[in-house]
């Protein structure tokens, strides 16, 4: 048991210092390289955790306003077919005098 723990150990080993070697790194900047590498997707990870909070905070407010926005839209809505009935008759003369001048 102990040998077989000592072969993977050294086969790890060899493994890791062909990697280095392939990519010209030292251990130490292996280490670092791989810290630098971590702190930036924990960063990342923080940025998007908070971006996803903020987009749920917007959510929320603008769902509290949807039944006034829905209010001022029914509201313009109403002065537009106000409008539209005291426009029609006028529109109306207008194509009837446009229809004798063709």
């Known amino acids: 048991m102990m040998k077989t723990a000592f072969k993977i150990i050294g086969a790890t080993a060899i493994v890791a210092g062909a990697y280095l070697y392939s990519r010209k790194e030292t251990p130490e900047e292996f280490v670092q390289r791989a810290k630098t590498s ?3 997707k924990k960063q990342k990870a923080a940025d998007w955790k ?3 909070q ?3 905070n917007s959510m929320d407010q603008f769902k509290s306003q ?5 209010k001022t839209i029914s509201g313009i809505q109403r002065d537009i077919d106000d409008a539209m009935f005291q426009i029609e ?3 109306d003369e207008i194509n009837k005098y446009s229809d004798k001048l063709k």
Do not use: G, M, S
């Not at 949807?66 to 829905?70: I, S, Y």
């Open 89 to 91: 008759p006028r529109l």
């Open 50 to 52: 908070t971006a996803y």
């Open 66 to 70: 949807l039944p006034a926005l829905e």
């Open 38 to 40: 971590f702190e930036d």
């Open 54 to 56: 903020d987009f749920k």
